[in-house]
């Protein structure tokens, strides 16, 4: 037995100088724990009316960059970024970290923003109505977060008059000061022929409680025929909202 462990011994220190001498070093890449990036907000979205308060925490890391495509970055409190929006739609957050091989993405993430519901003439937004209400303010927004209508201070209205027999017409551009329709916007409202006139609305800004602008969504009035009653031939408005 005694005769075995000798043998081994022997074997094991003449492998181990035959790799010292050949010169050989064995390496071993032993991975850097990865730096984990977190990013914490109020809630699933971002509000349009206000200044959205976003937190981003990086473990294990160093410096870090962070961008924000749809919105502003307008202020920076250590890890605590304030983000603010002009228009609805969305926005993307990417957390980039500075390391050995230069700056790498860490984070990015998506969220929606969501801005005041437009009403225009009594019509909600993505719904639809026979009747347009003239009277009071025919244009206003309601927001959910401050659970109250915010004021229209201007809009854009653009008019195609026939867009079956001519092609690539231009609009025409009219312009409000206002929350109401102007004569010519009316005049155009009211004789809308749904197969030969488009007519959008652009440029909207309201006014929300403390005093800043913000620029809702261009919204498309829509009209179809109603043909329930054969007698008296009517339109069924909609609004919807509009891809630019």
């Not at 005049?187 to 809702?216: A, M, S, W």
Request: charged share 25%; with cysteine; aromatic share 14%.
């Amino acid at each position: 037995m005694l005769w075995r462990i000798v043998l081994l011994l022997i074997i094991g220190t003449t492998f181990c100088r035959a790799q010292t001498g050949s010169g050989k070093t064995a390496v071993f890449k032993v991975r850097a724990p990865q730096a984990t990036c977190s990013i914490f907000t109020e809630e699933k979205f971002f509000w349009l009316e206000k200044n959205n308060i976003v937190r981003v925490k990086v473990r294990g890391g160093g410096k870090i960059q962070v961008e924000l495509t749809g919105g502003k970055i307008i202020e920076q409190d250590g890890g605590n970024y304030t983000l603010f929006f002009t228009s609805p739609g969305t926005a993307a957050i990417s957390v980039y970290k500075f390391g050995r091989y230069g700056r790498e993405l860490a984070l990015t993430k998506t969220y929606e923003v969501r801005g005041p519901t437009l009403y225009f003439c009594g019509i909600k937004t993505d719904s639809t109505s026979k009747y347009l209400r003239l009277r009071g303010d025919n244009l206003y927004a309601y927001s959910d977060y401050f659970k109250q209508a915010l004021p229209v201070l201007s809009f854009e209205m653009f008019f195609t008059g026939d867009t079956v027999n001519v092609r690539n017409a231009k609009p025409t551009r009219y312009k409000s000061d206002t929350c109401m329709l102007t004569k010519e916007m009316q005049y155009k409202v009211l004789h809308y022929q749904p197969k030969y006139n488009y007519i959008y609305f652009h440029n909207i800004v309201c006014e929300v409680p403390d005093g800043t602008k913000r620029i809702l969504d261009p919204v498309r009035l829509h009209g179809i025929v109603d043909t329930a009653n054969k007698k008296t031939l009517s339109l069924i408005y909609a609004v919807f909202r509009k891809e630019l």
